[in-house]
């Protein structure tokens, strides 16, 4: 399993425009999942990635159109890993829920995904963001049905990723070994991936 993506893997030495851009993505992923989008602030992922907020302005202009773009790259890689996680069910002849739920939570290594996802499905009701996360996540239901999951299965893996989305922005990890209520729930959630749950999921005195 490879390592947490995040903005402390990002290289040191001098990047191109589009690798810059990349980089600020993947922090900006970072801090939007940690404080949404009305807690963060340019100057944050600006801080997070390691370059000016001038720069980070000049690059994606707002706030507003900095999210959207974090947005799409969430989306985006949530589905590229079901995508992939479909191909190695049909490739290992596993089963195919099993195996895209695996990839969710796999996602976890990327910082801050699924919290991104949890904000702004909750902004529906803001001009420019709220029809964009409809879009994505009617988006996500369309690319589970054409992956072959029936509609009562579909709506079973939404609530599931959504009970994992919960978990983490709780941050209930932190309380595994000293409250016998989140061990309990924790092994009944993820049986075979308690222990990747467990080692990604963002703490309570992590930043982001």
């Known amino acids: 399993m490879s390592t947490m993506t995040s903005i402390a893997d990002a290289p040191k030495q001098r990047l191109s425009s ?7 993505l993947l922090a900006a992923l970072a801090v939007f999942g940690a404080k949404g989008y009305y807690g963060a602030t ?4 600006a801080r997070a990635a390691s370059v000016s907020q001038p720069y980070v302005v000049r690059l994606f202009g707002s706030k507003e159109t900095l ?8 989306v985006s ?13 049909e490739r290992e002849d596993g089963e195919l829920e099993r195996c895209v739920g695996r990839g969710y939570i796999d996602l976890l290594q990327v910082r801050g995904l699924h919290q991104t996802l949890s904000h702004a499905f909750l902004l529906g009701a803001h001009p420019v963001i709220g029809p964009r996360a409809r879009d994505c996540y009617a988006r996500v239901w369309q690319f589970l049905r ?5 509609s009562d299965r579909a709506e079973e893996f939404l609530a ?5 989305n919960t978990i983490i922005g709780l941050r209930l990890a932190d309380d595994y070994d000293t409250d016998p209520r989140v061990a309990d729930m924790f092994t009944a959630c993820f049986p075979t991936e308690k222990a990747t749950v467990l080692r990604y999921a963002p703490r309570v005195d992590e930043g982001w």
Do not use: C, P
Not at 42 to 45: A, E
Not at 67 to 74: G, I, K, Q, R, T
């Open 18 to 24: 589009d690798e810059r851009r990349a980089q600020i």
């Open 42 to 45: 340019t100057d944050d992922v």
């Open 67 to 74: 999210f959207l773009e974090v947005l799409d790259e969430a």
């Open 77 to 89: 890689r949530l589905l590229a890993a079901f995508t992939a996680s479909a191909a190695e069910a």
């Open 146 to 150: 054409d992956l072959g999951f029936d």
């Open 160 to 164: 599931r990723g959504m009970l994992l």
